[in-house]
């Protein structure tokens, strides 16, 4: 009987024979296109990470805040935070200034080695862009 562990497949596993030809103008017009989307969508996270903005983020430091970003930076293991919901309320609330990440950012960090969940309000976020306060 195989260990349970035994990362050798079975004699019997079907091979999937592949039609694709990465020679093709085809494959290469994808591969274009699909690089071009990441390169979009890692330049929406780029401007989603800076928040409310530079002058949101100047403010927090005038009052010799830390941004949420910065205070997860310094509370996790490095390189170990994976965040969750960046694109939440993407493209929502434009009209009020936007709400990047929802004004919340959520994820995945080890500390000391400990995987936990961090939940971090960031107040470069106008708390308006959700509930706007409107006069009759």
């Known amino acids: 009987m195989a260990e349970r562990n035994d990362p050798t497949p079975p004699a019997t596993s079907p091979i999937i024979d592949t039609r694709i030809d990465p020679t093709s103008a085809r494959f290469e017009a994808n ?5 071009d989307m990441v390169s979009h969508m890692r330049n929406e996270e780029e401007k989603i990470r800076e928040g409310g903005g530079t002058k949101a983020i100047e403010n927090q430091h005038n009052k010799k805040r830390l941004t949420a970003r910065e205070r997860i930076h310094l ?10 919901s960046a694109y ?3 493209g929502m609330y434009e009209e009020w200034g936007g709400a990047p990440s ?3 950012i959520t994820g995945l960090a080890r500390i000391h080695t400990r995987m936990v969940m961090i939940i971090a309000n960031d ?6 862009a959700f509930f706007p306060i409107t006069s009759k």
Do not use: C, H, N, S
Request: proline share 4%; hydrophobic share 60%.
């Open 31 to 35: 591969m274009r296109f699909l690089a």
């Open 75 to 84: 509370l996790a293991d490095p390189k170990t935070f994976f965040e969750l």
């Open 88 to 90: 939440a309320a993407y």
């Open 102 to 104: 929802a004004g919340v």
């Open 123 to 128: 107040a470069t976020v106008k708390a308006g």
